[in-house]
């Protein structure tokens, strides 16, 4: 089998987790599994390729390297697309796209870059086909091809994935800012309820007090089910040259037995017991989440309520894990009101709210503090024996909510650095009584 150099990007923060997935996944370890800065390098076969398509919850797209090479200008890049093979690639009759990144490069425009790379692509198969070229199609490319460039080095690859990875086949109810599914993934391998190099989840019960449309819970569940991320979608090597159709459905039916074993999937959790909770003051966001379970096929699995959570008991007798995105910003106060708001994926994060002036933002500031001391004092009364995981831009979360974290994770929700903090919710300590009471 052709041995091929992968390139898994990922979010800032997640490359040791997404590292420890793919070892899971393939038992690939030393030189053929590299973390990098931004996602890690795979040195795989294409039944590699497919598995991590279809199972991976943390890389963004899955590329194969096709060349690369010290450029100095565009004519360096032309040179180092014409000179691959695109033909065995894909055919001149398909359209693709070229997305190019770059990180401290000296070229004055990357558009003009690009536009080298597309013409020398589209040369390139006019030698080739006998004058023929594929079009150009930036809305949906049957190809996609990605190049990135440092200071002085460009990659050349072509995306198999085609949409990105986060999108997982089953969200159509969503709210206004929804959580991605592969942050959502991250969150649960940062906290430890998931195990990605053992593909194991905590026998613990899961909450998310905040669930919107149901991006955590739905990915525990699916987890603890053992259903593979990507079994809803399609992928772009599907449009590629020497797709296997035969190897592909072996490889998706060999992960539909892994977890169908039975009525119980390889972590334990019966399609009967719950241990995955999500509840929402929008109880039109607890209906999105509903639907979309039931297409993630999960709804079995999780238990999703209605509810203010400056109210709602813990779902379960057991002390577990709450792992959420909470409300920040704008509006702060409709999350602890039952029925007033819209939920947590109406709301802006709280740093982008403080970089508008005048009182309406102040307010707004003020309601997120009492939001958060609330919550706390709800938490000690009713939660001790949990751990809380909260993911915030807001690095004065902790004094917010009057506790002291345990663990702080750097993570990045697109451009905007997060922290994943934990908290360990003890319960409240009685007031020593008063002399002469």
């Given amino acids: ?124 198969f006019r030698q080739q086909a006998g004058g023929v070229r594929p079009s150009i199609d930036t809305q949906r490319p049957d190809v996609r091809v990605s190049a990135h460039l440092t ?36 969150m649960l391998a940062a906290s430890g309820w998931w195990q990605p190099a053992t593909r194991s989840v905590s026998p613990l019960p899961l909450y998310d007090p905040c669930c919107g449309s149901g991006t955590i819970v739905i990915e525990a569940a699916q987890l603890a089910l053992g259903l ?80 203010d959570a400056l109210q709602r008991l813990p779902p379960s007798e057991q002390a577990g894990v709450i792992l959420m995105n909470p409300p920040y910003g704008e509006r702060m106060a409709a999350a602890g009101v039952a029925g007033a708001g819209r939920g947590r994926e109406a709301f802006q994060s709280g740093t982008l709210a403080r970089q508008r002036a005048g009182a309406a933002a102040a307010d707004e500031v003020n309601a997120g503090d009492e939001f958060f001391a609330r919550l706390a004092a709800h938490w000690k009364s009713h939660y001790a024996g949990w751990s809380a995981w909260l993911l915030t831009p807001d690095l004065k979360l902790p004094g917010r909510l009057r506790l002291k974290e345990s663990r702080r994770v750097p993570l990045w929700n697109g451009p905007i650095e997060c922290r994943l903090f934990r908290f360990d919710l003890t319960a409240r300590t009685p007031r020593p009584p008063q002399p002469g009471a």
């Fill in 228 to 307: 593979p991320a990507g079994g809803q979608r399609r992928f772009a090597f599907e449009r590629l040259k020497g797709f296997d159709a035969t190897q592909w459905h072996a490889i998706k039916s060999e992960a539909v037995r892994a977890c169908s074993t039975g009525a119980e999937g390889p972590n334990g959790l019966k399609s009967a017991a719950v241990r995955v909770f999500g509840s929402d003051v929008a109880h039109r966001m607890v209906d999105f989440a509903q639907r979309n379970a039931a297409r993630a096929g999960v709804a079995q699995a999780v238990q999703l309520r209605g509810g």
């Fill in 1 to 124: 089998m052709t041995t091929l150099t992968l390139f898994l990007p990922c979010a800032g923060g997640v490359e040791d987790y997404l590292a420890d997935e793919v070892h899971g996944l393939t038992g690939l370890v030393g030189q053929d599994l590299l973390t990098l800065r931004g996602g890690v390098r795979v040195r795989g076969d294409w039944a590699c390729v497919l598995r991590l398509n279809l199972m991976s919850r943390l890389a963004q797209r899955v590329l194969v390297e096709l060349a690369h090479a010290p450029y100095v200008g565009e004519q360096d890049l032309y040179a180092l697309a014409a000179g691959v093979a695109w033909e065995d690639w894909f055919t001149p009759r398909q359209s693709f796209r070229v997305d190019l990144t770059a990180q401290a490069s000296p070229l004055k425009s990357l558009n003009f870059a690009t536009l080298r790379i597309k013409d020398a692509v589209a040369d390139r």
């Fill in 151 to 186: 200071a002085d080095q460009a990659q050349l690859y072509i995306d198999t994935s085609g949409e990105p990875l986060f999108k997982r086949g089953w969200r159509q109810d969503k709210g206004e800012a929804p959580l991605k599914e592969t942050l959502a993934a991250a």
